[in-house]
């Protein structure tokens, strides 16, 4: 296309275009949300910060309404389609990806499960006996939009097997911190709404099986689920990864059938108008049914799963998790913050984040590698790993949202437990980069 024929508007989103396409941009968006969230609440302006997020929210119909404060609609609404794209990608990792063969699965489980348990026994070796024990669970969370982040930052100092793995382990990492919330986070039961969530859920594989694959009717069923899951005292954002198991993950044709179909569909289209006499404008109606058909074709070709997760993707990252960080990470530093930071309950996190998930990682990749039970993956030296298990202590989304489930909303536990993710999420980042960046580019095809 002639740059004559581009519309003024195009020209003008173009850098916004590129700067959304970017891997990294997720991540730096999410960090600016988290220092305007610090600074905001260490303003003259605090008090606002903190009312904003308890302005009470009303939704409902006649009499049956539902009332929470914002924070609430954020952290059990906004981030149940957080956990529904962490199911979709969960999905696609077990069927396509790092996941879905056991060559490829050993080693990113063992580490993942590795930084999971060594961080939670750190934790419990600074807390135990205290009434802060319940926030175990709290550094065992890795952060993938921030890791993956900051390996995009280091463009071809890393293999790309590098960043498949360390996407395996986040991926299965969150397999375990939703383990973690549905059974040890979890209130008193409500047996009839928790019933209820499963039928609808059933229902959802029902439509799958039939061979549904509009997006609709799984949406519909999917906010009954949640509603039912949030009635339940199971916390509802396990409803979004439930109910991402059940999107349809095959296309309708193979690929040589979708090929011809797409290849005689555009020849009807340019029989329809040679590309000699073709000029923009309104297309003749024979292109008008050649580009449906293209359409349909293209329908039948691809997964409703991944084109979901295509389309959630951006909001998510620009949108949900920006909002999550805003509301959650505007913590209230004290004049004394050494004794903030020597708490246990902070000493636990940033030990647990920064040097548990290290050795976690790395410990469970070496005596797998040592005893002959798996390979590192291609390509990646033992350096690389190393610097992937501090990446691996990116804790921040996982790790907040889990310190608000752990300890009484309000409480101080709260505030401490946000210190020492924030100020070990930091920590752990730039060590990952400096060590990544001091290992040299990769070798090509690595």
Aim: charged share 15%.
């Amino acid at each position: 296309m002639n740059d004559y024929h581009i519309p003024p508007i195009e020209r003008i989103m173009k850098p916004f275009e590129n700067f959304f396409k970017m891997e990294a941009a997720g991540g730096l968006v999410l960090m600016i949300a988290a220092v305007l969230a610090m600074v905001w609440a260490n303003s003259p302006w605090a008090d606002t910060y903190h009312s904003l997020w308890q302005t009470k929210l009303t939704f409902g119909i006649g009499a049956w309404q539902l009332s929470k404060a914002a924070i609430l609609w954020i952290n059990d609404g906004l981030m149940a389609i957080f956990f529904f794209l962490v199911g979709l990608e969960i999905k696609r990792e077990v069927l396509v990806g790092g996941l879905s063969s056991p060559s490829q699965t050993i080693m990113p489980i063992a580490a993942a499960i590795g930084g999971m348990v060594v961080p939670a026994l750190i934790f419990v070796f600074f807390n135990a006996g205290k009434e802060s024990i319940g926030g175990w669970g709290i550094p065992m969370a890795t952060d993938i939009a921030f890791a993956l982040g900051i390996l995009s930052l280091l463009g071809d100092r890393v293999p790309i097997s590098l960043k498949v793995f360390l996407t395996a382990v986040a991926i299965v990492d969150d397999i375990g911190a939703i383990l973690v919330i549905a059974v040890f986070y979890t209130s008193s039961l409500n047996i009839s709404a928790l019933v209820l969530g499963l039928f609808v859920l059933a229902c959802m594989f029902g439509l799958n099986r039939l061979g549904v694959r509009h997006s609709i009717p799984y949406l519909a069923l999917g906010m009954v689920m949640w509603l039912a899951f949030l009635l339940s005292g199971i916390h509802a954002t396990i409803a979004g990864v439930l109910g991402a198991m059940s999107i349809p993950a095959a296309t309708r044709i193979d690929c040589g059938a979708f090929v011809e179909k797409l290849k005689r569909h555009i020849a009807d289209y340019e029989r329809a108008n040679p590309p000699e006499q073709c000029v923009p404008g309104l297309n003749s109606k024979e292109q008008q049914r050649a580009l449906a058909a293209m359409e349909h074709t293209y329908e039948k070709g691809t997964t409703p799963l991944q084109n979901i997760e295509h389309g959630l993707h951006p909001w998510v990252s620009f949108a949900v998790m920006p909002i999550f960080a805003l509301a959650n990470a505007g913590v209230a530093l004290e004049a004394d913050i050494v004794s903030e930071l020597i708490h246990p309950v902070s000493l636990g996190i940033f030990f647990g984040l920064v040097l548990g998930k290290q050795l976690g990682v790395i410990g469970s990749c070496w005596v797998l590698h040592r005893f002959g039970f798996a390979r590192c993956p291609a390509g990646v030296t033992l350096k690389q790993l190393y610097g992937a298990g501090w990446l691996a202590g990116v804790g921040f989304t996982m790790s907040i949202f889990i310190g608000n489930l752990a300890y009484e909303e309000g409480t101080r536990l709260v505030e401490l437990a946000k210190i020492g993710i924030l100020f070990a999420s930091l920590v752990a980042g730039v060590g990952g980069y400096l060590v990544l960046r001091s290992g040299g580019k990769s070798e090509p095809g690595g």
